[in-house]
């Protein structure tokens, strides 16, 4: 019989875990139960009394009345009402006792899979039922008994010998079974365990009498894996050495080989049955096998072929998505000395250290490889998207591993000094293969050697070049602080009635042979090298003595603010907002006339961090705006939740403002934008009277832009304050 509930079937769950019943009583009431809860044994008791159940359900452990009392109670009071003791208790006595006392079964809580328990009440009620029949049919067979007791003794006989013969073959089948190294499964169609022998705990550590009922396909860590299986099971009937992943009892995947065949009947029924075994140790001798192939023995790095593999990799990204790379190809000077002169042991270990250093300065998506002899490679992949930031990348991180691999390294007794030749090239640069790419840096390599060691080459003269350029504005920014080379030049900003209403200071630098240089040329370098600090440090503390000094004659009427952007490191130092304070403290600067100029990408960065420090900079009474706005990240959800006070329109937009209907919506729109939530808006780079006819007519009131002035130095700033602006803006454009 299938199913024996009917729309009377109830079932009483007694326990004092309101968790329990309820997750009990929801899960079988869909299938059609009636089901009572009781919080504890007393209540049980009434209930049952007074409800009749047809199964009864009683957790072990509760206060005053337990589940033993009650279920002595009820086995007393009817005898054939069927109970399952479900309990978290796990003591072998409290079971015993329970089935001692008349318990028909037990089941362990939690139940993680409520499946088990449809499965035990359905399989108790039919007990029940059968039960009750059995105890009908036995007192019609008693009846019956006298007449067929000489039958039955006959057959009692033959039965006797065929219960021999079939004990005998049973008991050979179960040794066969319990000695079993590998797991013997069946089950059905669905997947749920109907066989499965003891050998079981020793491959996935679960117990037999627990995993009957389950379902099997639940243990596979990949479902995908599963179904393919089944597949195949189903078109070919078979699978041999079918390799997957299960999940053992403490939650940890196990490689299993498994072999099946599967069987159906023409009504549907069938079942699938076979073995399976651990092959976590073929799989780790294999995985053995394969880094040896791909590594270096002695220390572990990546070798030639594996690097080769990377490159491809790296290459084909390259093409693929506009990013170049870097690769450096290393050799040791002196290495050969060393090695012939204090032995292979001091030299294996020296190469040993090396490795380990390297790694140290690397990123986890970088690889360094050792390909042969005291020959290494470093390949770094997706740097940057143009070439010269991606060779100053490079040439940044070979002068960390020049340093690095020039520090001394003691072995044994013995302080031991080598230095590096580095070659880098870069990839792509036109179609070549990975083989290629580590001839070129080869080549460099030994350009370096030719060079007269401890250096670093470029494959190409002009990467060389630049490379070279870079080391030298390195070495002269850092003197530029310390004599006074920097400057801060100021470009008017203008409001609609054509007054100077603020500027924005911009950081050039005098240098002694090259003259004024521009930011775009020294700030990556000092961004890379972390001379970014106290260069911003410098820029806003001149600015805020600049302000000091306005504030104190007639021009600090005319002047609203003055502005100076702030980069990405200056930024996100913990300590930024205490700087700022500190320096207009020192410097006697009124906050509301300084402003702090950010790019899109520092704010959406981290933007709780930013929204921490632009309240900090509010209660100061300095004023904070967006630069550039509109290129990078522009979204209304991060501007909402920022203390802004300015919007800058970013240049690329208003220079084609009056010929490109995209870029005239979009400026319309940020207009829009800032007069939605407040903000004051400054459009950049207007240099032609068109565009400030434009930005006027929609609303826009304040401009910066060569159409009024360049940046300026001090001197001439002043000057161009005190003449002003010719005329009115809105009169000059009608």
């Known amino acids: 019989m299938s199913d024996l509930k009917d729309d009377t079937t109830t079932i009483l769950t007694i326990d004092d875990e309101r968790a329990i019943r309820e997750s009990f009583h929801l899960y079988l009431e869909d299938y059609g139960y009636r089901v009572i809860e009781a919080d504890n044994g007393r209540a049980g008791i009434a209930l049952f009394d007074s409800i009749n159940p047809d199964l009864v359900l009683v957790d072990l452990r509760m206060p005053e009345v337990d589940g033993l009392q009650v279920l002595e109670y009820v086995v007393n009071k009817s005898p054939d009402t069927p109970i399952i003791v479900v309990s978290g208790t796990g003591v072998i006595d409290d079971v015993i006792e329970a089935l001692h006392l008349g318990a028909w079964d037990y089941m362990l809580k939690p139940v993680q899979d409520l499946s088990v328990l449809l499965h035990a009440v359905k399989k108790t009620l039919e007990r029940s039922y059968l039960t009750k029949e059995n105890r009908a049919y036995q007192q019609h067979l008693e009846e019956q008994v006298k007449k067929r007791t000489e039958e039955l003794e006959l057959a009692n006989a033959e039965m006797q010998e065929t219960n021999r013969q079939l004990m005998q073959s049973e008991e050979k089948y179960r040794s066969i079974f319990e000695s079993l190294t590998d797991v013997y499964f069946q089950v059905d169609l669905a997947g749920q365990i109907e066989e499965l022998s003891p050998s079981i705990v020793n491959n996935l550590n679960y117990q037999r009498e627990k995993m009957l009922g389950a379902r099997l396909w639940d243990f596979f860590s990949d479902q995908a894996h599963c179904d393919m299986m089944l597949d195949q099971l189903e078109q070919a009937g078979m699978v041999t050495d079918f390799e ?117 300065v690397l990123r986890e998506e970088d690889t360094v490889a050792r390909i042969g002899g005291d020959e290494f490679v470093v390949l770094l992949s997706d740097v940057a998207s143009d070439t010269q930031a991606t060779a100053r990348r490079a040439q940044g991180i070979a002068e960390k591993i020049r340093q690095l691999l020039s520090l001394p390294i003691r072995i044994r007794d013995h302080e031991l000094y080598i230095t590096p030749s580095i070659g880098i090239t870069l990839f792509p640069m036109h179609q070549e293969d990975a083989d290629a790419v580590l001839k070129h840096g080869d080549t460099a390599m030994y350009q370096a050697k030719a060079a007269g060691r401890n250096t670093i080459r470029f494959f190409l003269p002009g990467m060389q070049a630049d490379a070279d350029e870079r080391l030298s504005l390195e070495k002269d920014l850092r003197v530029a602080l ?245 005329a009115d803006v809105g009169a000059d454009v009608v």
Not at 333 to 340: A, M, P
């Open 482 to 726: 310390a004599n006074n080379q920097l400057r801060l030049f100021y470009q008017p900003q203008i409001d609609a009635a054509g007054a100077v209403c603020g500027a924005e200071g911009l950081l050039r630098w005098d240098h002694p042979e090259h003259g004024l240089i521009t930011p775009d040329r020294f700030i990556p370098v000092a961004e890379e090298t972390g001379l970014i600090l106290p260069i911003g440090e410098w820029v806003l503390r001149t600015a805020c003595r600049q302000i000091t000094r306005w504030s104190n004659s007639e021009r600090g009427a005319l002047l609203g603010h003055i502005a100076v952007n702030v980069s990405p490191w200056q930024f996100r130092q913990p300590d930024f907002p205490a700087q700022v304070e500190r320096i207009l403290a020192e410097t006697g600067a009124d906050p509301s006339r300084l402003g702090l100029e950010l790019t899109e990408g520092v704010v959406i960065d981290n933007v709780a961090d930013t929204v921490e420090k632009m309240a900090s900079f509010k209660l100061l009474g300095v004023k904070i705006s967006i630069d550039d706005f509109g290129t990078g990240y522009s979204s209304l959800s991060y501007l909402k939740k920022l203390p802004l006070d300015i919007l800058k329109i970013d240049k690329s937009f208003v220079e084609e403002v009056t010929v490109d209907e995209s870029n005239a919506a979009i400026v319309e729109t940020i207009i829009a934008i800032a007069d939605h939530l407040g903000l004051e808006v400054i459009a950049e780079g207007v240099e032609t009277q068109d565009q400030l006819k434009f930005l006027l007519a929609k609303g826009c009131g304040r401009y910066q832009g060569y159409y009024f002035s360049k940046p300026l130095p001090i001197e001439q700033f002043e000057a161009y304050m005190t003449a002003g602006v010719d």
């Open 244 to 360: 997957v992943a299960l999940i053992d009892h403490e939650g940890a995947k196990r490689p299993c080989a498994i072999t099946a065949t599967r069987e159906q009947a023409p009504n549907g029924d069938g079942r699938i049955y076979g073995v399976f075994r651990d092959i976590t140790e073929r799989k780790l001798a294999e995985a053995k096998i394969e880094h040896q192939a791909y590594h270096d023995s002695l220390t572990n790095l990546p070798n030639r072929s594996l690097l080769l593999d990377r490159l491809e990799l790296a290459l084909n990204r390259s093409k693929r998505h506009g990013y170049e790379g870097a690769l450096l190809l290393i050799d040791l000077d002196r290495f050969k000395t060393i090695n012939d002169s204090l032995g292979h042991s001091v030299g294996d270990q020296l190469l040993c250290e090396v490795s380990e250093r390297l790694a140290s």
